[in-house]
């Protein structure tokens, strides 16, 4: 079989149970919703359908398109939660367990306006300036935590949970009292310059080609994973890190450098929020978008070629629960359930097998001891 077939039929194995775990979600929480609303049915064809376009031909026979806004949406949404979903992918693959994404898109973020509001020039210049400033600062705050870790043995959890405090106090902190518009009635920094904005591809949404960056991303993740030195290094230090010892891999730098890689997809996230969405930082921005990307990445099961489809079909989830929300009688706090669900049917299919592997182990225990005392 070659590389490329295997990875076709590894890929198309986790999208049949990628369907799986959310229709059994979306059912759980159908039988939820007949709970708590008086029209349950009309509840959930909004759920599904909102995200939607409306196509048709009007009485002139002309093709016409509604609702492209809500497409919009769900690709500005699945863009982020992609480059968030890869920004935890990574670590994950050598088993460090980070969940300093949010922090990381927090100062990519910023660095991405600050640059684009002091670097003068072309588009030329201010775009890719601003990228790799987002870039940069996601990779050095990614690698912080890792070398706490390797270095002083720090619990990866407890460090990023705590820089990401000290990265949303710093985003604040820059927009407050460096970057504010003092003309504006609110506190906000002023509207990026239109060199440093990118284009929208489609009419009153944000879509960018921020879009085939995130796809060629997730390649360049896989790439990198699957066709690298540095790639194989991460993956055996987290399947084996006494065997990657022995065979001469640097443990700690392959663990903390991946934490480190991850953040540059964290801060490309951060560039994606800066200057295709928002143009303008508010103070206010609300933390957690960051927790999405794990998520994004244990549906996947940290495979970086599978994090634009769940990305895709979790966006799609949003955006249907903002139509839900007004179009009937349940509020969008049911998808937070559904999402709920979805973790737990995940976490079930990983502790099963294992569960069932170890019944199966005791239970010839106690028959091979009887057979041994008969």
């Known amino acids: 079989m070659t590389v490329s077939s295997h990875t076709s039929s590894d890929i198309g194995t986790q999208v049949v149970r990628l369907i799986f775990v959310l229709v059994a979600a979306l059912g759980c929480g159908f039988m939820l919703t007949m709970l708590v609303s008086a029209e349950p049915l009309k509840a959930y064809a909004a759920l599904l359908t909102g995200a939607w376009p409306d196509f048709g031909w009007n009485s002139a026979g002309q093709f016409t398109a509604r609702r492209m806004t809500r497409l919009g949406s769900l690709l500005e949404d699945a863009t982020t ?26 100062l990519g973020t910023i660095a991405a306006a600050a640059t684009s509001l ?73 509207p990026l310059p239109d060199t440093s904005v990118l284009t929208s591809l489609l009419a009153r949404t944000n879509v960018t080609g921020m879009v085939f960056v995130a796809i060629l ?71 957690g978008l960051g927790f999405d990307g794990i998520v994004v990445a244990l549906l ?48 079930a299919e990983r502790f099963g097998p294992a569960l069932l592997t170890g019944w199966l182990r005791r239970r010839s225990a106690v028959r091979g001891g009887k057979a041994v005392q008969a």
């Open 81 to 106: 939660l992609t480059l968030l979903g890869l920004a935890v992918a990574i670590p994950f693959r050598a088993k460090q367990f980070s969940m300093g994404a949010d922090g990381q898109l927090f």
């Open 118 to 190: 002091i670097v003068g020039g072309p588009a030329i210049v201010v775009i890719p300036a601003a990228c790799i400033a987002a870039m940069t600062s996601g990779f050095l705050w990614g690698l912080v935590p890792g070398v706490l870790k390797t270095r002083f043995g720090a619990n990866e959890i407890v460090t990023t949970l705590m820089l990401n405090v000290i990265a949303v106090q710093f985003y604040r902190l820059a927009i407050t009292f460096w970057l504010r518009d003092p003309s504006a009635g609110f506190i906000t920094t002023p």
């Open 217 to 287: 991303a997730a390649f360049a993740a896989w790439f990198l994973i699957k066709r690298t030195a540095v790639g194989y290094e991460i993956t055996l230090v987290g399947e084996n890190p006494k065997f990657a010892e022995q065979a001469g891999i640097p443990v700690k730098r392959a663990a903390a450098l991946s934490m480190g890689l991850g953040g540059i997809f964290a801060g490309l996230a951060g560039f994606h929020m800066s200057n295709a969405l928002l143009k303008a930082l508010p103070v206010d921005l609300a933390p």
């Open 300 to 347: 996947a099961r940290n495979n970086p070629l599978v994090i634009p489809i769940v990305a895709i079909l979790y966006a799609y989830l949003r955006v249907g629960a903002q139509v839900m929300e007004r179009s009937s009688d349940v509020t969008r706090e049911m998808v937070l359930i559904i999402q709920a669900f979805i973790i737990l049917f995940v976490i």
